[in-house]
């Protein structure tokens, strides 16, 4: 089962697919740092660092060596900045380019199946209309389309973020199906396992201290403490992308003010302007999924060390294995991460997507 990922960033959609058994075939993006890592993970993919508004469909079985009738599923999250809503169709305004050329490589290719992520300000854009004229776009295609806000710590990442899928089914490729059924939670409230906490995505991580730089390549040091910590070493012998943020010691003696699960409300009144952002100066809560990391401002701190995550730390969150190496340098690595979909919530709608071909 190929599939292709339009603003493929540094791979974590494509991740959660190759997780459930997908091929990764291409991906794209504009943005040179995230596809060297990409092109790092997923060696056999053809990947391109162009302007994805000159790509057409016909260039990605070009750059394949595929026909369009092997291409099962198209993926990405097109960037929802930009959206505007010219007349009823999303289509129309030309600031939507990006949305655009994802909805006519779609349309080149008419897969069984595509997924388009995004974040949930979308579903309220313009009143609803936005999300309305995202699913008629797709439907004028022939795709049966289902949308659903899901929450990443549902499904076993230590993380609070959300965001909106919407999922097509290609109703003249796939015939034996009704709707897509979005996956179930499977972690958290109504489930019989608790919701992934800090401590047991990164304890096994906790020998980076504040004031030592350590290299970016090393051997674990503590056992695995949690069943997720020992899904995300399954596959590696190392610890990768570990090197510690280092600090002013007065950044560091305000840091260490704030406890667990704190934030600038715990600091002396006249530092709560330090920082110009609400979000300053967040520690984990290492007993709670982490909330949705950032990608790399400097705000979020580790549950007990008096600094910033490091990138495999936050990738931890994010739920990349730790084989899954980031390349470019620290505060490009961070970004990616940050920016990216959580493998392990892609991998939930990939299954899904993977028993609708199958049943097709």
């Not at 091929?23 to 994805?52: L, R």
């Not at 022939?142 to 549902?154: C, F, K, P, R, W």
């Not at 990442?157 to 965001?163: F, G, T």
């Amino acid at each position: 089962m190929n599939v292709i990922d339009l603003f493929c960033g540094c791979g974590g959609f494509s991740k959660g697919f190759q997780q459930a058994g997908f091929n990764i075939v291409y991906g794209i993006d504009n943005w040179k740092d995230a596809t060297v890592t990409y092109k790092h993970n997923f060696p056999s993919a053809v990947i391109s660092n162009e302007d994805i508004t000159n790509i057409s469909g016909e260039n990605i079985l070009e750059a394949t060596g595929l026909e369009a009738n092997e291409i099962d599923v198209i993926i990405g999250g097109p960037p929802c900045q930009g959206f505007s809503l010219s007349g009823k169709r999303l289509l129309d305004d030309p600031r939507n380019i990006l949305y655009k050329s994802f909805v006519n490589i779609v349309s080149d290719l008419l897969p069984p199946v595509f997924v388009m992520e995004n974040v949930p300000g979308l579903v309220r854009l313009f009143n609803g209309k936005v999300k309305d004229a995202v699913i008629s776009d797709f439907s004028e295609l022939g795709y049966d389309v289902e949308m659903q806000l899901l929450s990443a710590d549902n499904f076993g990442v230590p993380q609070q973020r959300k965001r909106v899928f919407f999922v097509g089914i290609n109703s003249s490729k796939i015939k034996n199906t009704d709707k897509f059924i979005f996956p179930q939670p499977t972690f958290g409230e109504g489930t019989n396992k608790a919701a992934v906490t800090c401590k047991e995505a990164i304890s096994d991580l906790d020998f980076i201290s504040d004031d030592k730089i350590m290299d970016e390549c090393m051997e674990y040091q503590i056992e695995p403490q949690s069943d997720y910590q020992k899904l995300m070493r399954k596959n590696s012998s190392r610890v990768l992308n570990h090197t510690a943020t280092m600090h002013t010691e007065k950044t560091k003696r305000i840091i260490a003010m704030v406890p667990d699960g704190g934030n600038y409300k715990d600091l002396p009144h006249e530092l709560w302007s330090t920082r110009k952002v609400n979000i300053a100066w967040t520690r984990m809560n290492s007993n709670k999924p982490c909330f949705t990391i950032d990608t790399g401002h400097n705000h979020h701190f580790h549950y007990k060390e008096n600094r910033v995550p490091t990138v495999r730390e936050s990738a931890r969150i994010q739920s990349f294995p730790d084989d899954f190496e980031f390349i470019g340098i620290k505060t490009s690595q961070l970004r990616q991460v940050g920016n990216a979909v959580p493998p392990l919530l892609s991998q939930a709608i990939a299954e899904q997507v993977k028993d609708v071909i199958r049943k097709g």
